[in-house]
């Protein structure tokens, strides 16, 4: 039992990272517009995710230290620097979609306004952030977001021909309705999403929190063999119902009401308070992973004392820089902005910034200063560098193809 609870960190990982608000509506999106012919790219990023990530957490396990700390030390000032920035302005941005995430969310069961939901869903996340457990919040938020498997249920229960579904994500092509460049865009967009920052800082810290040391790598490649797989599939789960149900109809998503229609067309009113439920703890889970990702991130920088497993008196400036970045949040959602448009950014920016990400963690795994005899092997190092040559691509072709399509209009 205690094994399978240790799945939990992987788990809020996995869903806080791929099923976050831009995700759920990104996925419907892709899946409405481009049936199945993307799923090859979600499928791809959880790969790489997979490589990085297992990096990410060896290195906690091996060092017990998280890896943004050994990044500093290890590399200069300047290129450590230079990856806070990038990855501290990404989260921000990631931050406030999530918190306007889970009131819009939450709007779909009371029908409350989001804006009057916004401030309540930021307080909230500061209180689990100050008050609960590192490993309550991992359980509780991470097994609710498993409800997300209702998309899965929801395939089965729209009985679709099975042949053709097969046939449209092994043999993905450009719909003839929709530019080669819209359809490039939305590529790298789910190869960012996939692959945010947040999400390998926040496992590495993650695995601090919980004391992680050699005794538990096989506890740490668990959970990102079984986490980020799933965080996959449900993410491919929503494309396909959109895929499903949507794109024959030609209804456009441009809200969370789109993205659930499926589930309440198949299954009712049940399931669609179970995706609902869902919805709610993945976004909660991405709100709490980018607000103690943010703290994370600029306390390692610095050398300031953090973490959950201390007590707040005892680092202070980690907690008032979560309680900064909620309120920062907070401001921006209540001009109106979309929160959805601000995700979608937030993914392709992120894709500009991999390289800064992944690049470090890699020449650390490979450190044997920091790693002994854990560093990495002949396999990963290859699969490591071939996502570093797709990862550049992707970072050079983003913003060129967002001016192009008009961010995918």
Request: aromatic letters at 8%; one cysteine or more; a neutral charge.
């Amino acid at each position: 039992m205690n094994r399978l609870l240790g799945l939990a960190l992987g788990i809020l990982t996995a869903i806080g990272g791929f099923v976050d608000v831009g995700d759920l509506v990104t996925s419907a999106v892709v899946g409405s517009r481009f049936g199945l012919s993307l799923l090859w790219v979600i499928a791809l990023g959880v790969v790489g995710i997979i490589v990085f990530a297992e990096m990410a957490g060896r290195v906690a396990a091996v060092s017990g230290r998280a890896a943004f700390e050994i990044i500093r030390e290890r590399l200069s000032p300047r290129m450590a620097l230079g990856n806070l920035v990038a990855s501290f302005l990404i989260n921000l941005l990631t931050l406030t979609a999530e918190v306007g995430g889970i009131a819009l969310s939450l709007q779909l069961a009371s029908d409350v306004h989001p804006r009057l939901l916004i401030p309540v869903a930021a307080l909230a996340v500061w209180l689990v952030v100050w008050r609960v457990k590192f490993r309550v919040l991992e359980n509780v938020t991470g097994l609710l977001g498993l409800a997300l498997a209702v998309f899965a249920v929801t395939i089965v229960l729209l009985k679709p021909h099975w042949a053709d579904l097969a046939a449209g994500a092994l043999r993905p092509s450009v719909p003839a309705s929709e530019p080669v460049p819209t359809y490039w865009y939305y590529a790298i967009a789910l190869f960012g999403s996939a692959m945010t920052p947040y999400e390998v800082f926040f496992f590495s810290s993650g695995a601090v929190e919980e004391r992680w040391s050699v005794r538990d790598l096989g506890q740490a490649r668990l959970n990102v063999f079984v986490g980020f797989p799933l965080g996959g599939l449900l993410s491919g789960a929503i494309a396909v119902c959109a895929a499903i149900v949507l794109l024959p109809r030609g209804i456009q998503v441009t809200s969370l009401s789109e993205v659930v229609a499926p589930v309440a067309l198949a299954g009712g009113k049940l399931a669609l308070a179970v995706a609902i439920l869902g919805m709610v703890a993945a976004t909660f889970g991405a709100a709490l992973e980018t607000a103690l990702s943010g703290g994370y991130t600029i306390a390692q920088f610095f050398g300031w004392s953090w973490g959950k497993f201390r007590r707040p008196t005892e680092a202070a400036r980690f907690h008032l820089l979560v309680i900064v970045t909620l309120l920062v949040a907070v401001a921006v959602l209540m001009t109106g902005v979309d929160p959805v448009k601000v995700t979608e950014y937030s993914v392709v920016f992120s894709a500009i910034a991999l390289p800064l990400t992944y690049l470090p963690i890699l020449i650390i795994a490979n450190d044997p200063q920091y790693m002994g005899e854990h560093v990495n092997s002949r396999v990963t190092n290859a699969l490591g560098l071939a996502f570093l040559v797709l990862i550049v691509l992707a970072s050079v072709a983003a913003i060129p193809l967002m001016v192009v399509t008009g961010a995918g209009a």
